[in-house]
């Protein structure tokens, strides 16, 4: 049994394991920062998109500086070309998820953003240990 204070701390940021010894801190796409953000950004498109005239990608593009600061909330172990240590800031989130060699990055955020089965087990296990 899951207790429902556990499942009230879904929108809890989270580590994944991106690539080797890098992790990503990625809240989900249910708390209520993100879905505000998301919202305002939308709100000056609000009737192109009404009338079907914004592509995806336009959509793909509205959505991420929302995601680069309410989403993916920091890193550990990445770095820049130059071997240093890069500090997590939205700017320079955002500037990752534009850049076209970092594709993956942006789509990675969201799916475990999304991913309900992953918050919803580990909360599981922490409440079976309580």
């Not at 580590?15 to 953000?37: D, M, N, R, T």
């Not at 336009?58 to 680069?68: L, R």
């Not at 998820?97 to 970092?102: A, G, I, K, M, R």
Request: charged share 35%.
């Amino acid at each position: 049994m899951t207790k429902l204070r556990a499942l009230r701390a879904t929108t809890e940021p989270k580590w994944f394991e991106y690539v080797e010894e890098v992790e990503l801190l990625i809240a989900s796409s249910g708390c209520p920062e993100f879905k505000q953000a998301a919202r305002a950004a939308f709100k000056p498109h609000r009737r192109r998109l009404r009338a079907g005239q914004i592509t995806d990608k336009e959509k793909e593009d509205i959505v991420k500086s929302a995601a680069a600061e309410h989403l993916l909330r920091g890193w550990r172990g990445l770095e820049d070309d130059s071997d240093e240590s890069l500090e997590y800031s939205p700017a320079v989130a955002l500037e990752l998820f534009v850049d076209p060699e970092l594709y993956d990055l942006y789509d990675f955020v969201l799916e475990k953003a999304g991913d309900w089965q992953e918050y919803l087990k580990e909360l599981q296990e922490e409440a079976g240990k309580n």
